[in-house]
């Protein structure tokens, strides 16, 4: 499993209105593609004291799969236009990595999954 991730910046006065971007329009258009290998993602959001950062963290099980996604250029930044005019900066590459292991939640008792799949950088 690849897990792919993206951060970008917004003033606390357009943090909202990205959030709610994310929610209500980009996230419908990226499981309208219906991409084989994509798994879902988070977003993840922490108040900086001047702005407010958001992580983007997507799943998918294959490079193939970000490039399907993303392009043959996958780790370029997947920033719409409306994102991008109410963020005020944008990290330009995303990050790839390998997932090796998944932790299930002590509650729940689940053992970790390990997993031991080569990642191939064409």
Same mark, same amino acid.
């Given at each position: /499993? %690849?897990?792919? %991730?993206?951060h970008g910046y917004a003033s606390?006065?357009?943090?909202d209105a990205y959030e709610s971007l994310f929610?209500?329009?980009?996230i419908r258009r990226i499981q309208d593609?219906? %991409?084989p290998g994509y798994r879902g993602l988070h977003l993840l959001r922490r108040d900086l004291g001047q702005e407010v950062e958001f992580a983007? %963290? /997507?799943?998918?099980?294959?490079?193939?799969?970000?490039r399907e996604?993303?392009?043959?250029?996958?780790?370029?930044?997947?920033v719409p236009v409306?994102?991008?005019?109410?963020?005020?900066?944008?990290?330009?590459?995303?990050?790839?990595?390998?997932?090796?292991?998944? #932790? #299930?939640?002590?509650?729940? #008792?689940a053992v970790p999954q390990l997993h031991r799949r080569a990642v191939k950088r064409d």
């Open positions: /499993m %690849i897990s792919r %991730i993206r606390h006065a357009d943090a929610r209500t329009e980009i593609r219906r %991409i983007t %963290i /997507m799943w998918f099980d294959s490079i193939a799969a970000v996604f993303a392009g043959e250029d996958y780790e370029a930044a997947v409306e994102a991008r005019e109410l963020l005020s900066r944008f990290v330009a590459r995303s990050q790839q990595y390998e997932v090796l292991v998944e #932790g #299930g939640s002590q509650a729940s #008792g």
